[in-house]
């Protein structure tokens, strides 16, 4: 489902990496789940827990995903950039849900 919107809309990724569990989440201010480089030259992750010891949700890295997909056009985060991370966060909620996964809590 990410892939078909990526095509759909000519986005594309050099390299996907996991960034280490640094900090914690909503607490340190330099702490952040994604980061998109050079406008989708490399999106860098953190899909684990503050600990390390686990993952988000597979709805916040979805989140995370079209959040930092949506700076390959759009680098400020204003409503410009937030627009098509909400439109492909409603096409994926409805894919979900069609195959049986449920809504995004």
């Known amino acids: ?9 000519g986005w594309r990724v050099g ?9 914690k989440v909503r607490v340190d201010p ?7 480089m050079n406008g989708g030259e490399e999106i860098r992750m953190r899909p684990r827990t503050d600990d ?8 916040k890295v979805l989140e995370v995903i079209w959040h930092e ?22 096409v994926g909620g409805a894919f979900s849900a069609s195959r049986g996964g449920g809504a995004p809590p």
């Open 1 to 9: 489902m990410v892939l078909v919107e990526m095509r759909a809309r």
């Open 52 to 59: 390390g010891q686990g993952s988000l949700s597979w709805w």
């Open 69 to 90: 997909l949506s700076h390959n056009v759009f680098g400020a985060h204003d409503a410009r950039c937030y627009s098509p991370m909400r439109e492909i966060a409603s």
């Open 30 to 36: 330099v702490c952040v789940l994604g980061l998109n």
């Open 15 to 23: 390299r996907l990496v996991e960034m280490p569990a640094d900090g």
